[in-house]
């Protein structure tokens, strides 16, 4: 009970591509979070057929699920609507379709309990998931030290931020300030995802890739890749796509693709965590930071999260942070976490604002 008058009960919605996820976490005012339930309904099988995701079959799918993963997280968590703290809702960026389906449901649960809404950027639920604790934990985690290097790398984005403040005093447009560096063309998980297809592996290709390097025990220094842009903090992945994918044609030619698909798997793999590597190694050096954490899909990366964990600059006050796995990915409980701290500062939206919230399908703030 004494837990229930000190939290804050925030629901998360995230529907901005192929995931329809809610979730409820409890947040203490010294910042420990709980999260009480997380219901994601996946739509990669729905996918997978066409390769990657169809945005207006998502969208639909997202109008069928979304009341009963919301009821789902809700029971699951123990939870009344009316106790709820307030309704955070992913509203930018994303397929606006898919967006549009989680901002309705929030705008109208905000309305009918009188609750207060919070947009959430989606990179910022990203960048928040590194203060989710593991499943069923209450651990919280170490106060971190600042200067942060914050490398969001997922399907979408490949961005380097720095960081110089806690969450509970992030500023609004504190990523848009924060940016040092990002990809001129591919996303690294969109190079994983374009990669594995060229490979023939199924959507989404980022675990497909490597899972048969792992399967394979493919060699990551059988094929040598390019690795861009060596003197850059930016990034570029679509000179590596192309040279993966003539390189498996030339192994079809040959008729080798199939006996080294682990290999080349492995190789591919090792240059995109070659090169992310190589740049956040630079950054945490050039900007002197004290901590560093790695987030969004792709830091579920086995191999990235094992090699960034051993060769981090050893300037660094703490090992790199990672969310854990299952918050990586898509999901709901970052969004609720982002919104707890908006939450926390006072940002919810006006009456009026609450009804005109509208979904962005652009990433800027
Ligand atoms: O953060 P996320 O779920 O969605 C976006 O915001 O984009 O990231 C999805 C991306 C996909 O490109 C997927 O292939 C990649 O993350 N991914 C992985 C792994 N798991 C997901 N990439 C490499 N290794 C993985 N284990
Ligand atoms: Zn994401």
Redesign the pocket.
């Known amino acids: 009970m004494s837990q229930k008058i000190r939290s804050t009960f925030i629901l998360g919605i995230e529907t901005s591509?192929d995931e329809c996820s809610a979730s409820i976490v409890s947040h203490t005012p010294n910042s420990e979070f709980q999260v009480l339930s997380l219901t994601t309904f996946s739509q990669i099988h729905i996918h997978r057929p066409f390769g990657g995701v169809v945005p207006e079959i998502a969208s639909r799918n997202h109008l069928e699920t979304i009341n009963p993963i919301i009821d789902q997280a809700l029971t699951d968590a123990g939870i009344a609507a009316q106790d709820l703290s307030a309704i955070a809702v992913t509203n930018r960026p994303g397929l606006v379709g898919s967006l549009l389906v989680g901002v309705s449901a929030a705008k109208a649960m905000a309305y009918a309990l009188d609750k207060p809404l919070i947009p959430v950027h989606?990179l910022e639920g990203?960048a928040a998931s590194i203060f989710l604790p593991t499943p069923n934990s209450v651990e919280r985690e170490q106060p971190l030290d600042f200067p942060m290097l914050l490398a969001i790398v997922?399907?979408?984005?490949t961005n380097l931020y720095l960081i110089h403040q806690p969450p509970e005093t992030w500023p609004a447009d504190f990523l848009k300030t924060a940016l040092i560096a990002q990809t001129r063309d591919d996303a690294a998980?969109?190079a994983?995802?374009k990669i594995a297809k060229s490979f023939g592996l199924p959507y989404?290709?980022?675990?497909a890739?490597?899972q048969t390097a792992v399967q394979g025990n493919g060699n990551p220094h059988a094929f040598s890749l390019p690795r861009a842009l060596p003197q850059s903090f930016d990034f570029s992945f679509s000179g590596l796509k192309t040279a993966a994918s003539l390189l498996a044609n030339q192994l079809r030619q040959t008729g080798t693709f199939h006996d080294r698909l682990p290999d080349l798997c492995a190789s591919a793999q090792e240059a995109i965590v070659d090169t992310l590597l190589t740049k956040i190694c630079l950054a945490v050096k050039q900007y002197k930071c004290k901590s560093l954490a790695l987030v969004?899909?792709?830091a579920?990366?086995?191999r990235l999260r094992a090699r960034l964990t051993a060769e981090a600059p050893n300037t660094l006050t703490r090992p790199p942070l990672f969310p854990p796995l299952s918050y990586?990915?898509?999901n709901a409980a970052m969004i609720a976490a982002a919104g707890a701290f908006r939450f926390q500062q006072g940002h919810t939206l006006s009456f009026e604002q609450t009804l005109t919230l509208n979904a962005i399908a652009n990433p800027a703030f």
């Open positions: 591509c989606h990203h997922s399907g979408g984005h998980g969109e994983f995802d989404p290709g980022g675990i890739l490597e969004g899909g792709v579920a990366n086995k990586c990915t898509d």
